[in-house]
């Protein structure tokens, strides 16, 4: 029995529900499906790295088979499936609106008036509207008749299954598309949450039109929504606004640098940047420095070199002790080679949680829109190995763990920073 996902199984599974409602009209879902393997097999160095081309191919053509029994959501979760088992962290379909101009609007499902997040101690309700503020903290316990874990295994399922972090990131996000829940047999007519209180609730979706900020915002609500509110009356400190995409503060025992992209700023270079912070750190009569990449999905990792240098040649702060590294499951592209050069040049500490893929991983992202149904579709297109030769690790893992819980934050509490800051210090 395969240890991935018995993907043939898996897809006839998903379609058996669709037959009463079956269409007849797959052959452009057909030309769809042949069009992104054409492209992956073309462009992608190594498509059968984590799933074996066989199971692959078969799990291709039970889809296939199922086609004319499904409909739209249904066909739009098997193809999700499909491309989740090339693995990578870079090779996956949105079901959102991606935020980048002329890209058609992608799957274009509804989502629920309540925003999830997935802690290590469980899936909870971290945003609501008025109606719903009620929900507000509540620990989700079960779609309908399925248990949560369940509905978390099967939603992790149309994400990439190698990049397990990144996955387990997105999985909220994918749990409040109403048609997703539908087509995985997790609503009806509506969708019912239990929750761990004994609650229950069945909600209605939202207006297709109705767009969460679902890449940098993880408690906020649709644009536009003014009643919104938020599990937390004050946000941890790494999930604090800062204008531009990156801050340089000072702490008690360190200073602290935090980034959301790998790139140039009006005029500063990434090396600069790296540059200033160690500059500032420096200056302390005790130098240390933070480096917060739990919210950089990535960026221009060509600019790594630069960055890594700055910090690599400072003696005062690259030595034991006095260079930590913030990681989480958003650490991903290259920020994750960001990571493998801090690991392999610095005498950095990383706490957290591991990284959201591999250090030697596919990336170089491209974006495919299937000609027929306009569904955007993320594939890698280039390997890059960052760390050594044969390292098969599927995630960086932090040197200091720290979970990842609601109570945190809900209390407004930064665990990893204030451990980052008390292994400095010595506490």
């Known amino acids: 029995m395969s240890r991935f996902l018995k993907a043939s199984a898996a897809v006839l599974a998903l379609c058996s529900a669709g037959t009463a409602h079956a269409q007849s009209d797959d052959a452009p879902w057909q030309e769809d499906l042949t069009a992104f393997l054409d492209v992956l097999h073309a462009e992608h160095d190594n498509p059968y790295f984590h ?34 088992l090339v693995g990578d962290g870079h090779t996956w379909m949105p079901m959102h609106r991606l935020p980048f101009e002329g890209l058609p ?34 620990q989700v316990s079960a779609f309908g008749s399925v248990p949560v874990d369940q509905a978390i295994a099967d939603a992790l399922q149309l994400l990439p299954t190698d990049a397990t972090n990144f996955a387990r990131e997105f999985v909220a996000e994918w749990l409040m598309q109403f048609e997703l829940l539908q087509a995985l047999g997790l609503a009806g007519e509506r969708a019912e949450l239990r929750f761990a209180d004994g ?24 644009a536009g929504q003014a009643d919104w509110q938020t ?7 790494w999930l604090g606004t800062f204008d531009p995409a990156y801050r340089i503060v000072e702490l008690d025992g360190a200073t602290y640098l935090q980034f959301t992209e790998i790139r140039d700023w009006d005029g500063r270079g990434f090396a600069e940047l790296a540059q200033a912070a160690v ?14 990449l739990r919210r950089c999905l990535g960026g ?13 040649e400072s003696e005062a702060i690259n030595r034991e002790g006095r260079l930590m590294i913030l990681t ?25 949680q591991g990284t959201a893929d591999r250090p030697n991983h596919y990336g170089e992202t491209n974006i495919f829109v299937t ?38 934050y809900a209390a407004g509490t930064d665990a990893v920073l204030a451990a980052a800051i008390n292994a400095i210090n010595g506490d």
Do not use: C, K
Request: charged letters at 20%.
């Open 300 to 312: 221009d990792g060509s600019r790594n070199e630069g960055f890594i240098a700055a910090l690599a």
């Open 231 to 237: 599990a937390t009356d004050t946000a941890p400190f």
């Open 328 to 352: 989480g499951r958003s650490t991903h592209s290259a920020a994750v080679m960001l990571v493998s050069a801090l690991e392999q040049r610095t005498q950095a500490v990383f706490l957290g």
């Open 199 to 222: 609650r229950s609730v069945e909600l209605q979706p939202l207006a297709p039109d109705a767009q969460y900020n679902w890449v940098f915002s993880m408690d906020g609500g649709p």
């Open 105 to 138: 609007a992608g799957p274009g499902f509804s989502s629920l008036p309540v925003r999830f997040e997935l802690f290590d101690d469980g899936l909870y309700v971290v945003g609501a509207g008025d109606a719903h503020s009620d929900l507000l903290g509540a």
């Open 51 to 84: 799933t074996p081309r066989d199971e692959f191919e078969a799990a291709v053509a039970a889809y296939r088979a199922a086609l004319p029994g499904m409909d739209r959501a249904e066909r739009i979760t098997g193809f999700a499936r499909i491309i989740a």
């Open 371 to 408: 000609p027929n149904s306009l569904l955007p579709v993320i594939h890698a297109s280039e390997y890059y190995q960052t760390s050594f030769e044969g390292d098969e690790r599927r995630f960086r893992a932090p040197d200091i763990a720290i979970p990842y819980t609601f109570a945190d």
């Open 279 to 292: 500059a500032q750190a420096e200056a302390r009569d005790n130098p240390a420095l933070i480096i917060d």
